[in-house]
């Protein structure tokens, strides 16, 4: 065989070996390539999303924390107005309280006074009989002369 009848059977040959790694090789590695490429393509894709969700969520974070840290103070400070008011009304419960102890205690003790001062007219009564017997050196009866002992207990 010649040399050149060789290389144009060669070459026949590699044609038809491209043709058929063209035909039935190349589409499927080809088709790989693509899918890996783009497989990679939306992997970066969504590491971006997922990087830019991390940054909005982030950014939402704060902001909820600074809600929470303003109603925390909110709610303070009505719990520290509320304590303001419950601190007033237990003084204005307590001063009226004192004063109803006050008004109670004067009148108990006018009652007193009025039982005392009762009590001494009836001594003092008891008293001037007792000076009017040595008077007229004789012994008044209490019950015969009541009403004028009345009328005496009265004037006192």
Known sequence: MNINMTLIGQSITFAIFVWFCMKFVWPPIVGALEARKKLIADGLAAADRGKHELE?????????????????SEII???????GQIVD???NAAKSEGERM????????????????????????ALVVAGAGKVLRREVNAQAHADLLEAIKNEL
């Open 56 to 72: 909005l969520a982030a950014k939402r974070a704060g902001e909820t924390l600074h809600e929470a840290k303003i109603k925390a």
């Open 77 to 83: 400070a009505q719990a520290e107005k509320r304590a």
């Open 89 to 91: 009304e237990a003084k």
């Open 102 to 125: 006050i008004t109670a205690a004067r009148a108990e003790i006018e009652q007193e006074t009025h039982r005392a001062r009762e009590a001494l007219r009836g001594e003092v009564a």
